[in-house]
């Protein structure tokens, strides 16, 4: 609580019995507001959010430590893909650049209230979206919020949208560690999300930062399902040839995943059509099915569904989606 950027390294945190009191609390700003207790008492939105929560069966975090390095490309795929078997919704609580409804082909759609809480948008039968992007007026129009409203919307979403029941929920987050993280690690703690999946690219300039994403995911009790290295290399359409954009010297995010102990679940090379499906809100693995990048992005999505018992149990499941043709997912 407070003032967030200047907490102490080795802060007990606000809801501990030591807040305010423990030695490492000495000369933080925060000290009095800790002492008082406040930080103890028990928000109500945790017990909404954990209601609302109840029907999904699995709730995937999707982070990275740099913008721009394809986190919300891969939570849109990695949607895109599940939902070829099954119920699928999507959040989008980067507050500030909203991409999630463009990726989905729903950037014209509203958000209606209902009795039952907020509809989210249905990209097709099986995902349903929500998105800050829906309630702008206009797609230039710039969200410049302070953290504590951020916090209340995110709140509202997980508390308010009713999603039904649904086998995933992937959240597509802002990058680096901000409010929207906390605000929703803090808020889906009792709903036990299985995890989260870092998105970064193979230089080292990239990898700096997913080591204090995977410090962040640590201190905050986040189970960390995988790192994804996007934009391995670029894969030409016409012959197929590999050609390394980054140079990755330093072992890429493999050899990161060595050094921080937490799983790699792949490579994605780039591929021009992936951003192309993406702005025209479609699946790519669908769309290019026998494309270098299709596959890999395949066998980085089986690497998750195979990351734990739980998940395994999932993917296990013989759940046909009833709109889709016969074209199956195939992992």
Same mark, same amino acid.
């Not at 809480?117 to 990209?123: D, K, Q």
């Not at 901000?178 to 929703?184: C, P």
């Not at 790192?227 to 050609?243: D, I, K, L, Q, Y």
């Not at 149990?313 to 199956?328: C, G, I």
């Given at each position: *609580? &407070?003032?967030?950027?200047?907490?102490?390294?080795? %802060?007990?945190?606000?809801?501990?019995?030591?807040?305010?009191?423990?030695?490492? %609390?000495? $000369?933080?700003?925060?000290?009095?507001?800790?002492?008082?207790?406040?930080?103890?008492?028990?928000?109500?939105?945790?017990?909404?959010?954990?209601?609302?929560?109840?029907?999904?069966?699995?709730?995937?975090?999707?982070?990275?430590?740099?913008?721009?390095?394809?986190?919300?490309?891969?939570?849109?795929?990695?949607?895109?893909?599940?939902?070829?078997?099954?119920?699928?919704?999507? !959040? =989008?609580?980067?507050? %500030?650049?909203?991409?999630?409804? !463009?990726?989905?082909?729903?950037?014209?759609? #509203?958000?209606?209230?209902?009795?039952?809480?907020?509809?989210?948008? +249905?990209?097709?039968?099986?995902?349903?979206? *929500?998105?800050? $992007?829906?309630?702008?007026?206009?797609?230039?129009?710039?969200?410049?919020?302070?953290?504590?409203?951020?916090?209340?919307?995110? @709140?509202?979403?997980?508390?308010?949208?009713?999603?039904?029941? /649904?086998?995933?929920?992937?959240? =597509?987050?802002?990058?680096?560690?901000?409010?929207?993280? !906390?605000?929703?690690?803090? +808020? /889906?703690?009792?709903?036990?999300?299985?995890?989260?999946?870092?998105?970064?690219?193979?230089?080292? *300039?990239?990898?700096?930062?997913?080591? @204090? #994403?995977?410090?962040?995911?640590?201190?905050? $009790?986040?189970?960390?399902?995988?790192?994804?290295?996007?934009?391995?290399?670029?894969?030409?359409?016409?012959?197929?040839?590999?050609?390394?954009?980054?140079?990755?010297?330093?072992?890429?995010?493999? &050899?990161?995943?060595? #050094?921080?102990?937490?799983?790699?679940?792949?490579?994605?090379?780039?591929?021009?059509?992936? *951003?192309?499906?993406?702005?025209?809100?479609?699946?790519?693995?669908?769309?290019?099915?026998?494309?270098?990048?299709? =596959?890999?992005?395949?066998?980085?999505?089986?690497?998750?569904?195979?990351?734990?018992?739980? !998940?395994?149990?999932?993917?296990?499941?013989?759940?046909?989606?009833?709109?889709?043709?016969?074209?199956?997912?195939?992992?």
């Amino acid at each position: *609580m &407070g003032d967030d950027a200047s907490v102490n390294d080795v %802060c007990v945190g606000p809801s501990s019995e030591q807040a305010g009191k423990a030695a490492s %609390c000495a $000369g933080c700003p925060n000290q009095a507001a800790c002492t008082s207790g406040a930080g103890r008492a028990v928000d109500p939105a945790l017990a909404q959010v954990a209601e609302r929560m109840r029907d999904i069966r699995h709730k995937i975090l999707v982070l990275s430590g740099k913008g721009g390095v394809g986190k919300s490309t891969f939570a849109a795929q990695l949607a895109w893909t599940l939902s070829e078997r099954f119920q699928v919704g999507v !959040l =989008d609580v980067d507050i %500030c650049g909203p991409s999630v409804p !463009l990726m989905f082909g729903v950037s014209d759609d #509203e958000v209606h209230r209902s009795s039952a809480g907020w509809s989210p948008v +249905y990209a097709s039968d099986n995902i349903a979206v *929500m998105s800050v $992007g829906f309630m702008l007026q206009s797609k230039t129009d710039a969200v410049v919020w302070r953290g504590p409203r951020k916090t209340a919307l995110i @709140k509202q979403f997980l508390a308010d949208v009713d999603w039904g029941t /649904l086998d995933f929920l992937v959240v =597509d987050a802002p990058p680096g560690t901000s409010d929207e993280h !906390l605000s929703v690690t803090q +808020y /889906l703690k009792e709903s036990a999300p299985d995890g989260a999946i870092i998105v970064t690219t193979p230089q080292e *300039m990239a990898l700096l930062d997913v080591r @204090k #994403e995977i410090s962040f995911c640590r201190k905050a $009790g986040i189970n960390i399902i995988g790192v994804v290295e996007n934009m391995s290399g670029f894969v030409c359409p016409c012959c197929r040839h590999e050609t390394a954009v980054f140079s990755g010297e330093t072992g890429g995010a493999r &050899g990161m995943c060595k #050094e921080m102990q937490v799983p790699f679940l792949g490579s994605i090379p780039l591929d021009p059509r992936l *951003m192309a499906s993406c702005e025209k809100g479609v699946s790519f693995v669908r769309t290019h099915p026998d494309a270098p990048t299709a =596959d890999a992005l395949r066998q980085a999505i089986a690497a998750v569904l195979d990351s734990s018992e739980s !998940l395994r149990a999932t993917a296990a499941m013989e759940r046909p989606a009833a709109d889709q043709d016969d074209q199956p997912m195939v992992l």
